[in-house]
């Protein structure tokens, strides 16, 4: 038998094609396999930490790096804009004609904020009084903002779900409130949450343990409201149903959507989110292409914790996939987010397909040291922490010692 | 979960009143549930209803406003006038389906 070097690329070095890559570079042999890795540019952000940068918790510098050192050794780092996936040609098209065949395909490009997707957000008072903090340029122009604020209604508003990190719009409620406190400015704002759901979060037990956290806070709570446009010149959010919020600063999660190249090949949903099996990542449809992190419509959080645990059972699976086996392992839709709920102390969720976030210890049962669906110094901690883990152990594909399964043990069932 | 009975039929509900079984559902339930939640349905309604139940067949799950948006070519502001107020979960109900799962 013949054999050729065969071709596997992964376009996105995110949180999971970053760790995809440099998992599987020490798993295929190079003279079987090479690999490539596309990306648009050699910027590299520790996402959950934009959060933190409006209220001046994390510097600019310690979220964003230089990708490339993160990509090892016998990787082909490319720098381009994907134009099309051509699954029939099993070829990757960039911008300015280059082409990538595949023997497999990775898309891993992520979920992305659309703020040209609501009326009116993109208007003169973008990045200032319609304010996000999604993006790096968002993360720091709100902190700007925030700096000028004396008062008022700040608004939090979700446009519509899946987003990225859900539960990141309660944390920064939490955190503005407590920063608001801080600053003296608590009696002088009024804090509102706007969202299309009917509750603070989507798994009822959390809804109800956030909710009571919103409450205790006096944060008020506008549910089931879909925003049809942002009008700029009044200052205020109007719905499809016609209500109105007024606000002096508002704090917007834009549609989210997953990569236009996703669209223009035929591989996406309504949002450009890739159908894949849950429980294998393998595109609906295809043998030769996969979809992992935010990219697909896997019905678990877009979050980092999701792209980790689904990147553990897919590298084995995509072993025996290549040589022919039946793939053996399966993702239980394993979701791990601390949530900070400001005052120095933060909660865990901790949940799956088919369990909601419940209460109890993680990882160890009955000891910790984090505590489930419950406030504490050591989740914020845990959290802070975890951005040296991510850029050190996480992105290089070392192993934590987290189980990719979700176990009960040590938890309360509802 | 109780048993109830709609337009003549025996079916199972849940708590809110959404159908729990959605092959109990047929298509002369239909005026009786949105009769339920004070609508009259008209056939731009059922249009909408007959790809809910089409999509939900074929993806094993209710489509989300957007979805319904998108692949029927309905505008959002038109499902909210020909379903005010929460049209998502008035659209599941009235086509016997679950109603979306938000998200995640």
């Keep these: 038998m013949t054999s050729r070097t065969r071709n596997l690329v992964v376009l996105g070095a995110g949180t999971a094609g970053t760790m995809i890559v440099n998992k599987l570079r020490r798993r295929l042999p190079a003279d079987d396999w090479a690999i490539t890795v596309v990306d648009r540019d050699d910027v590299h952000d520790y996402q959950p930490g934009y959060l933190f940068i409006p209220f001046g918790i994390n510097e600019p510098d310690q979220v964003r790096r230089t990708k490339s050192p993160f990509i090892h050794a016998g990787i082909d780092l490319v720098f381009g804009e994907v134009e099309r996936v051509d699954t029939a040609e099993h070829e990757v098209l960039l911008a300015g004609g280059r082409r990538l065949p595949y023997d497999q395909l990775v898309i891993a490009s992520g979920t992305t904020p659309r703020p040209d997707q609501t009326e009116g957000t993109l208007g003169p008072q973008w990045h200032r009084e319609v304010g996000e903090f999604y993006t790096y340029d968002g993360a720091l122009a709100l902190r700007d903002q925030l700096d000028r604020f004396t008062g008022g209604r700040l608004v939090v508003h979700i446009t519509e779900l899946p987003i990225k990190c859900p539960v990141a719009p309660l944390e920064f409620t939490f955190l503005a409130d407590d920063w608001l406190r801080r600053r003296g400015l608590r009696e002088r704002t009024e ?224 | 979960m109780t048993t109830t009975t709609i337009a003549g039929h025996a079916v199972d509900v849940n708590e809110e009143g959404f159908l729990t079984r959605p092959e109990e559902w047929t298509e002369d339930l239909a005026p009786e549930l949105a009769r339920l939640i004070g609508l009259e349905l008209t056939d731009a309604h059922w249009a909408l209803i007959r790809f809910l139940r089409e999509d939900h067949a074929a993806q094993g799950e209710t489509a989300t406003l957007r979805r319904v948006s998108t692949r029927t070519g309905t505008p959002v502001k038109t499902l909210f006038t020909l379903f005010p107020g929460k049209p998502a979960k008035k659209m599941a109900y009235v086509a016997g389906l679950p109603k979306p799962k938000g998200c995640v």
Aim: with cysteine; glycine share 8%; proline share 6%.
């Design chain 1, 191 to 414: 804090l509102v949450f706007v969202t299309p759901l009917d509750g603070a979060f989507t798994k009822p037990v959390a809804s109800r343990e956030l909710g009571k956290i919103l409450e205790e806070k006096g944060v008020h709570v506008e549910p089931d409201f879909m925003v049809e446009r942002i009008d700029q010149d009044r200052k205020v959010l109007v719905s499809y149903d016609e209500r109105e919020i007024a606000y002096d600063q508002l704090v917007t999660v834009p549609l989210n959507m997953g990569a236009d190249f996703v669209a223009a090949s035929g591989l996406g949903d309504e949002l450009n989110y890739v159908p894949v099996d849950k429980h294998t990542f393998l595109a609906t449809g295809h043998d030769d292409v996969f979809a992992l992190g935010d990219a697909s419509n896997i019905p678990t959080s877009k979050a980092g914790s999701v792209a980790h645990f689904s990147v553990e059972v897919f590298v084995e699976n995509f072993l025996e996939h290549v040589a022919g086996r039946a793939m053996t392992h399966s993702f239980d839709g394993h979701a791990n987010c601390f949530v900070e709920s400001g005052h120095g102390k933060a909660l865990l969720l901790d949940f799956n397909y088919d369990t909601e976030p419940l209460t109890g210890h993680f990882p160890i049962p009955k000891v910790g040291p984090m505590t489930l669906l419950g406030e504490s110094r050591a989740n914020h901690l845990g959290k802070l922490a975890f951005r040296h883990v991510y850029w050190n152990a996480l992105l290089p594909g070392r192993p934590l010692g987290l189980p990719a399964e979700m176990s009960m043990s040590g938890k309360n069932p509802a």
